[in-house]
Every structure is written in C-alpha cells, then in structure tokens.
C-alpha cells in the first residue's frame, strides 16, 4: 500500500511524532503540577526534628562540649529539607526547569515552510 501511495509514510510518521508529542506534552504537565503529599512533607519533618534532637541529646550526654558536629548536622538536615522541597516545586525556588528547549522546538516548527498551496 505505502509502495503505491507515498503520502501514506509520511502521515504515519507524522501521526507516530504528534502522539509522541502528546505523551511527553503530558508528562511534563504532571511532573509540573503533581506536589508531594502533605503527609510525605511532615513525616519528612518529623524524622528531621528527631535527628536533630537525638544529635543534640547526644551532644548534651558527652562529657566533652563540642558543639560543632550538632551545627553542622543541622545545617546539613536544613539543606536536605531546603532541596526536596526545592524539586518538588519546579517552577519556584533555586532550582528552575528551563522552558528555553521547548520554546526553540516552537519556533523551530514556526519557523518551517508549509508545503500548502
């Protein structure tokens, strides 16, 4: 059939790349709009303030008052903290998704002579 018709390859082929589009079109959606649940958020908090007590307990039991290993443990539970709730929200925050590719892949399709009368 393709071997009589030559307009039949190239509508699959553009019929293949515009579902493909549409899949990824979505995907990129929900991984935009899907948050992590509030119950992921506060156990996320919860095992936090308890690592941070037990660290401090553990400074306040030791006879030897150092207090830089609780400091840093802080610091370093707060940037843990500060980083997954930074990728959960892609459009906000230190860390942002670039939309630069799919507006170049815009205008790229834009840009492309039709072959219409």
Do not use: W
């Amino acid at each position: 059939m393709a071997a009589r018709d030559n307009a039949m390859v190239p509508t699959g082929l553009f019929i293949q790349s515009l579902n493909e589009m549409i899949d990824d079109q979505e995907k990129r959606l929900s991984a935009m709009t899907n948050r992590l649940p509030l119950v992921v958020v506060a156990a996320l908090y919860a095992v936090c303030i308890m690592g941070i007590g037990f660290a401090g307990y553990g400074s306040g039991v030791e006879s030897k008052r150092t207090r830089v290993p609780v400091h840093i443990t802080g610091i370093l539970v707060a940037a843990m903290v500060l980083l997954i709730l930074d990728l959960d929200r892609p459009g906000s925050g230190f860390i942002r998704v670039s939309q630069q590719p799919l507006a170049n892949a815009a205008a790229t399709i834009d840009a492309f002579p039709t072959g219409g009368p």
